[in-house]
């Protein structure tokens, strides 16, 4: 009985070593080059992306609101697996890439709201969050420039609403809009 307990342990901690090892070895906040065509339907170069700190504008928005839009950016960017690689404000290993481009976001209007009055009533009560994203060459050119709007209506914590402004703001990044060519072309500016 104790041999067979042994072998089942030696064998659990071979099996966890193995799943730890063949696992992707990525930090976080970056991903894994993918290979997919551009949006043109020609392979072209594939662009990483470097997420700067939120402006708060001149509002007074809470430090927790800047930092949740900041950690949801980056973790739906990298869900989307748009961008070769998705680099954090600051990076030095950015600085050395031909193909950067840094996605600038500051908060235009900012709505409390009250998780409470959203648990009793669902007409009041909604936290709503609008923002200027702005998406530029390692130059500054402008690429892409977008009014984004995220915001929990029902249930959710107020901080659900960077959840969805982040979720948003990857959405309207389309990458035909700038990838393909050798150099984005296309500046295009809305409201989402």
């Not at 739906?76 to 481009?101: I, M």
């Not at 600038?104 to 009250?114: L, N, R, W």
């Not at 009793?120 to 936290?127: E, I, K, L, N, P």
Request: net charge positive; hydrophobic share 40%; aromatic share 6%.
């Amino acid at each position: 009985m104790k041999t067979s307990k042994c072998n089942l342990s030696i064998a659990c901690v071979v099996a966890l070593a193995v799943i730890i090892l063949s696992g992707p070895g990525r930090l976080a906040g970056q991903t894994a080059a993918a290979k997919f065509p551009a949006g043109n339907g020609t392979s072209g170069p594939r662009w990483s992306v470097q997420v700067d700190q939120v402006d708060s504008g001149n509002l007074d928005l809470a430090n927790s609101f800047q930092i949740a839009i900041y950690e949801n950016l980056v973790d739906e960017l990298n869900k989307t697996k748009q961008f070769q690689q998705v680099f954090r404000d600051g990076d030095l290993r950015a600085g050395a890439l031909p193909n950067l481009l840094v996605l600038k976001t500051t908060v235009e209007k900012y709505t409390p709201g009250s998780e409470t009055r959203r648990a009793v009533t669902t007409v009041s009560g909604a936290t709503k969050l609008t923002v200027r994203s702005q998406l530029l060459t390692r130059e500054g050119k402008v690429v892409l420039e977008r009014t984004v709007n995220g915001d929990v209506r029902f249930f959710g914590s107020n901080l659900r609403a960077t959840h969805n402004l982040a979720h948003n703001i990857a959405k309207a990044i389309k990458p035909s809009s700038w990838s393909g060519s050798g150099q984005p072309t296309a500046i295009l500016t809305g409201q989402l």
